[in-house]
């Protein structure tokens, strides 16, 4: 078995050796310059993963675990223009280096590159692979919709939320452990289990960066703390906040969220002793654990050796496990 630190290296190395040489270089430029960014390559390192488990070669996943690499790129690519966001990893956004329309175009190059990619699988398991990454590609469109109409909604339920981040966020993890599954030749079984880890995961992520949003350290989070409060995001905190409210903390709710001048520092304080009268962290930390057994108890039912799948343990609890 490989360890996770000579997966993330061996994909990033894959991914220094891209080259795009066709024309115009004005197309393939930004597509360079997003993947030069960087990242945590977490998605193709879990397709090799998961591969690894059922199979020693891993080489025959390496091109579709590029392939996923670069549609989740693809995807931010287009995330931050639909945003309008200035900064992705602390470098100015492609749209703001060229313009919206060059990040439109070069996004739909990445996104064909990334089938491209993908359709390198093994000639037995193609229709498979890519049955799989299809069915993916569309279900994060319906997730981004779904994360779009959710800004100018004041009713969304906890279980539309949750469906929208399954969408969005964790079918592309499960998908990147299934292909590589799939490609290692795995049972059916054993890759529909890989699947629920990866979507239990992708939950509990999520919601850990919910509550991080609030309660998280920003040297070790990684950026400010209450931006989803400031810009009304509806999250599993919010969704919840709703739900359990009574009269009068949903009159401060309401009166909060309908503000349109405020100080930031009292808006983020006054939500969170909201949040904090209604248990809402400890809610969302119990329901983070939840997801996160049933991913553990999904990845222990997987046959194959205990000693196999003690990596993917690691990068769960990695994922997971960041400072509050």
Known sequence: MYSFKETLNRIENEVSQLRFSRHP????????????????????????????????????????????????????????????????????????????????????????????????????????????????????????????????????????????????????????????AIIGGASEKDASLLYDFGIQIGLAFQLQDDLLDVYGNPETFGKNIGGDILCNKKTFLLTNAYKLANTNQLDELNRWMNSREFIGSEKISAITQLYDKMGIRKLTEEKIQDFFAKGMEALESISTESSKKVILKEVANNLMFREV
């Not at 310059?33 to 891993?58: H, M, Q, S, W």
């Not at 969005?168 to 990147?176: D, G, N, Q, Y």
């Open 25 to 180: 270089q004005s197309l393939y430029a930004p597509i360079e310059y997003i993947l030069e960014i960087g990242g945590k390559r977490i998605r193709p390192a879990l397709t090799l993963l998961a591969c690894n488990l059922f199979d020693e070669d891993v080489d025959k996943a390496i091109l579709p675990a590029l392939g996923i690499e670069v549609f989740h790129n693809f995807t931010l690519l287009h995330d931050d223009l639909m945003d309008q966001a200035d900064k992705r990893r602390n470098r100015p956004t492609v749209h703001k280096v060229w313009n919206a329309n060059t990040a439109i175009l070069s996004g739909d190059a990445m996104m064909i590159y990334a089938y491209q990619l993908i359709a390198e699988a093994p000639s037995k398991k193609l229709s498979e692979v890519i049955n799989l990454f299809s069915k993916t590609a569309l279900e994060i469109c319906e997730g981004q919709q779904l994360d779009m109409e959710f800004e100018t909604r004041d009713d969304v339920t906890v279980a539309e939320y949750i469906e929208m981040i399954r969408l969005k966020t964790a079918v592309l993890l499960a998908c990147s452990l299934k292909l590589g």
